[in-house]
């Protein structure tokens, strides 16, 4: 793809959510199958038993709720003891400290991801974005007219940043880069080293960096999760998160759009200003919940949080160890973090299947199980499998697309049309 051109693949990617194909392969189940439902296509671990939010974060809400006292309106960037808290929680992790007023609070993190292309678009201006990544930003993009251009994570080296590839895309018009670590949907951690050399590339570039840091801390591998922040001296960093997957609580809605940036490079009047005025159009998460925030993130003990990462580091291993033994796909990377992994589909091996799109719809139909097609994140003829499952589900839905994969195969077939 030539700079500043949009390819059809580009196109038509704007146009997929993965709700959307999701609520598709949900109309294929086959209604007189016997076999049970089972999702490995959402993020929302909430379905399953053996994920759930602490005790402390529904006492806070309930708490703030019958104290009468956030019925109303709350600031429309967010109330005052809510920003302090998250500023609190976030500079523990960074060499310096965050302020409230660097803090802003949104509807969860897609809302804090309009708010960043928003205050970045312009006319003429472009973005570059991870794939595979998370469809969300390709949508936001289109919205804003701000043109949108992959650069390419290396499965081979760990989904890794190609950082050849991002120095080729950006012109002057480039005006951000979107990192999300650790990684929806390949299940990578970056290493201090690289989100460093991703820094110093940015600050080359003369681009903030976008860091979505959804999944932050829910990391199980060989490297320990490292807000971008830590680089905020290097290069400013928007970052954004939310209380949604760490407190096991996406409809909630509560997030937040901060504004790390210590040198003060990005903390233009102007640019802050605007940011405000955007957040008055913009409707916030409930107060109440809002209210409850500082006791959550004051309260929670560690072994709630350890409990969750060893829960995902079992799923994850169950989700490795199955992988290997279906021959029709492959996983380059075990997963380190997050709540989901990236699957090469080999489609030659199979007989009847056209592409991940085609073997995802039979999957759903021939034996109710749901996984997402990896074009719905960038990726054709890949397939992403959310692991947030409880693992007897887990292993019951990987042994039916063992099964599937098996009847499905070309060896398979062929050996049967010849007995």
Known sequence: MENGALSPE????STITIKGILSLLMQNIDENNCKRLISLGMGDPTVYSCFHTTHVAREAVVEALQSDKFNGYSPTVGLPQTRRAIAEYLSSDLPYKLSSDDVFITSGCTQAIDVALAMLARPGANILIPRPGFPIYELCAAFRRLEFRYFDLLPE??????LDLVEALADQNTAGIV????????????????LKKIAETAEKLKIPVIADEVYGHLAFGDNPFVPMGVFGSVVPVLTLGSLSKRWIVPGWRLGWFVINDPSG??????????????????GGPATFIQAAVPRIIEETEGVFFQKTINTLKQTSDICWDFIKEIPCITCPHKPQGSMAVMIKLNVSSLEDIGDDIDFCFRLAKEESVIILPGIAVGLKNWLRITFAADPQSLKEALGRLKSFCKRHSRVMQQLYYKS
């Open 179 to 194: 990192i999300i670590n650790p990684g929806n949907p390949c299940g990578s951690v970056y290493s201090y080293q690289h």
């Open 265 to 282: 490079m990005f903390k233009n009047p102007k640019i802050i200003e605007r940011i405000k005025k955007y957040f008055d159009i913009l």
């Open 157 to 162: 080296k760990g989904w890794e940043v190609d």
């Open 10 to 13: 580009i196109e038509t990617a």
